[in-house]
């Protein structure tokens, strides 16, 4: 191998390093961490969320001015389709603090969101109004990670995770939906994305599971009746 071949694998190893890359090992609050790409973290000193489409003032909000919005904090679980779920405290601001903002038009009814790693998402106005959907900023006490989306990432607690986009970079308002994207990738998934009855693993209640090598023990299970996971 020549210096250049080694100061290019180098330089390969570093860049890779830097990427958001998938982990199977969940962290302190159970979650795994999934990508659509894996792309570097966003830097928040030139990032910005553009709001576009059918709204009569269109807009480029700083982390700074979402941050000055009413904030609010709220405990959730969040379960993935691939039967594993977890559980934490979030921080951030209801959707409809952007109304005044950005002025949506009658024709609204639906939005899309755009996110750094090529995700896309389509929520429903009326879905955004649920109580308990948050436009996430930070994570039990603390500015969202970047291996969870920061700075910006959605929460649905009564939908699979893939409809919680993360890394959002812009929000465009829509005359109507047009599903997931994640219905273009497998089976699992659907439009709506909402939670059915069926099983889950909850991975922040289950300590041995962030150790390499651990294997679900069917009694770990936990039979769940579909939306909003609150009993636990």
């Not at 990508?35 to 489409?53: A, F, Q, R």
């Not at 024709?107 to 790693?117: E, Q």
């Not at 291996?147 to 699979?160: E, V």
Request: proline share 8%.
């Amino acid at each position: 191998m020549t210096r250049r071949d080694i100061l290019l694998a180098a330089a390969q190893a570093q860049t890779s390093r830097k990427l958001l890359m998938p982990s199977d090992i969940p962290d302190e609050v159970g979650f795994r961490t999934m990508w659509y790409n894996p792309v570097p973290p966003i830097d928040i000193t030139k990032w910005s969320l553009e709001i576009k489409g059918l709204v009569e003032k269109p807009q480029a909000l700083k982390l700074a001015q979402l941050r000055a919005l009413p904030q609010v904090q709220q405990n959730s679980r969040m379960k993935c389709v691939q039967c594993w779920s977890g559980r934490t405290t979030w921080g951030g601001f209801r959707f409809e603090s952007l109304f005044d903002i950005v002025k949506p038009r009658k024709t609204a009814r639906a939005i899309r969101l755009d996110c750094a790693d090529k995700w896309y998402e389509y929520m429903s106005l009326d879905e955004m109004k649920n109580p308990h959907v948050l436009m996430v900023l930070d994570r039990a006490g603390k500015p969202l990670p970047d291996k969870n989306g920061a700075p910006l990432r959605l929460l649905d607690p009564s939908k699979y995770g893939y409809k919680s986009a993360k890394l959002i970079t812009s929000i465009t308002f829509v005359e109507e939906g047009k599903g997931s994207m994640a219905c273009d990738i497998g089976p699992y998934y659907s439009p709506g994305g909402d939670i059915l009855a069926g099983y889950d693993t909850p991975l922040d209640l289950i300590p041995e599971a962030a150790k390499p090598g651990w294997k679900l023990d069917p009694k770990s299970r936990r039979k769940i009746k579909g939306g909003e996971i609150t009993e636990y």
